[in-house]
């Protein structure tokens, strides 16, 4: 029995030694290891998250995503969504944004649009069609010191006015203060290389800090409505939000503090401070309640430097035909799963041709033909509305019908009976910033997705972005994956249903809803279904390099250039 146990005993001891020897090599290989991150905008080097950690203005933030599993009621949520731990280490990897090396304690250490310079590498006389351009961003703070750090958000495009042509810039932050830029030179003709600095590294750590820490600087509000003394009608309005540890809600919490609206299918619990004189049961409408600022007076000055266009290269870049070609074909058929490269396409007089797959341009003729015998049930923000719109301007015999809800945020309907053609439109559940709307209207996307039959005849096009952008990603996270696995019910008992994800658009510049916290939501959005069999129509490209004025509803040119490639989504050939 003794030597059994002294079996025992060093079989044991073996395995804790083992155990920590492979976890000691495995830290040093994780220590020495720079991964490539191919996602939404940009392929960036970056080393292991767990690893990193940055300090700015006094504030400690971490450089990696927040997303850790740290119980088992989020490690059990992940599951349960099919999700396991090498998906989640890409999420972090995809979610992941360099930063500062060290405290920035004043505003000249940030990046300076004005020094900062990029120029062409090896610019040749000519380039044929398809050819690849290499252009060098060389980042500098106030003082014309050169940084010595990543973490700047650039964007970087190609373009030539007078043929309305452009495409959209790889950029790849090479962690030193140095930023490469990749072009695909995809027309015959002329070009010129634009860059602008959208945030600098020492703001993106600011949009980092507000999101984590300050998610009610957008509120809304909740209408009471409910009878009273002598047939009055009682009304109150009290402040709502989503239930996070970090926003005003929770700093009231009492044992009858708040209402809870708790959905029984998705989890997710809205907020509102208890009315004085009604029920919870008397809530009636939701709307938008006002924004707080809460910047400082540093933080304002590092976000005013925002969508700077940077001084470098104007050098011309001649492009000229390759075996008579004059732009670049694209003969794969449209299907589900396709990937999404960079760029995504590009704009001619003003025309999108996309890279994705091979895709066509609508007649109003050919759009009544591909939508016939459709039931099209759209949900998201204001710029799937526009989608909406769109189509019912496009085909004469779809008629909007007016169902006495509020416009912005629906639901929407519009009926062709002579092509059997239904429209639907719906924004998704709160949060959302609209204007007062019944709270019974505002239906969360996994749940409408739950209730449909689904079938070749039908298609659900939906999107998320805007009204995400002032809360944590964890948040989102759980929304998009709860949306992912009803989306993956939905193909499973009707596998011939055409599903379309729309991507966020460039617009917003702010701390309510920048441009990076979109870019960080498209990418968790790719990799949330990236294998699900889903269309993704990436609008993110098509807004940042056009010639127009970025705006958060893209103008008519943009629009017809996107239902081009969702009708050729829905009906490719």
Known sequence: MELETRKKH???????????????????????????????????????????????????????????????????????????????????????????????????????????????????????IGEELYVTVHAKDFDNKSKRYGGDFFQAKLFWSKTKASVFGEVVDLLNGSYSVRFLLPWVGEAQVAVRLIHSS?????????????????????????????????????????????????????????????????????????????????????????????????????????????????????????????????PEKCHPGLHTPIPAGFYLNDVWTSFVCHTRHFTTQTTTECLKDKHIHMMGDSTTRQWFEFFVKAIPTLKQMNLHVQYKSGPLIAVDVNNNIDLHWRSHGVPVRTPKTAFADLHYISNEIDDLAGGSHTVIIFNLGPHFTTYPLDFFIHRVLRIRKAVLALLQRAPDTTVIIKTANTGYKDIFGSDWYSLQLNRILYWAFQDVGVYIVDVWQMTACHYSKENIHPGPKIIKNEIDILLSFICPY
Not at 22 to 31: P, T
Not at 243 to 271: A, V
Not at 279 to 308: D, F, W
Request: glycine share 6%; net charge positive; charged share 25%.
């Open 10 to 128: 060093f079989h044991r001891e073996r395995s804790h030694l083992w155990k920590f020897f492979m976890g000691l090599c495995l830290l040093v290989i994780m220590s020495c290891l720079v991964v490539w991150s191919y996602t939404g905008n940009e392929r960036k080097i970056h080393l292991p998250p767990s690893f990193l950690s940055l300090h700015f203005a006094g504030i400690s933030t971490n450089s990696t995503s927040p997303l850790v599993l740290s119980s088992e009621e989020s490690s059990s949520f992940y599951s349960e969504k099919g999700i396991n731990l090498d998906d989640y280490s890409r999420l972090q990897q995809d979610v992941y944004w360099a930063g500062p090396d060290r405290p920035i304690t004043n505003v000249y250490m940030s990046t300076s649009p004005d020094r900062t310079k990029f120029i062409i590498q090896n610019l040749k006389e000519s380039y044929q």
């Open 202 to 330: 020492e703001a993106v750590q600011v949009l980092k800090h507000h999101r984590e820490t300050d998610s009610d600087r957008v509120f809304f509000n909740g209408y009471y409505e409910g009878p009273g003394p002598n047939k009055t009608r009682l009304s109150e309005t009290v402040m709502c939000n989503v239930k996070r540890d970090n926003n005003e809600l929770e700093h009231l919490e009492t044992k009858d503090c708040c209402c809870e609206y708790n959905d029984p299918r998705t989890g997710e619990t809205w907020r509102c401070q208890r009315p004085k004189s009604l029920p919870c049961s008397a809530l009636v409408y939701h709307s938008m309640g006002g924004y707080r600022n809460r910047l400082t007076k540093k933080e304002k000055i590092l976000l005013k430097q925002t969508n700077k266009g940077i001084n470098g290269d104007k050098r011309i870049i001649k492009i000229v035909h390759s075996e008579g070609n004059e732009t670049i074909d694209v």
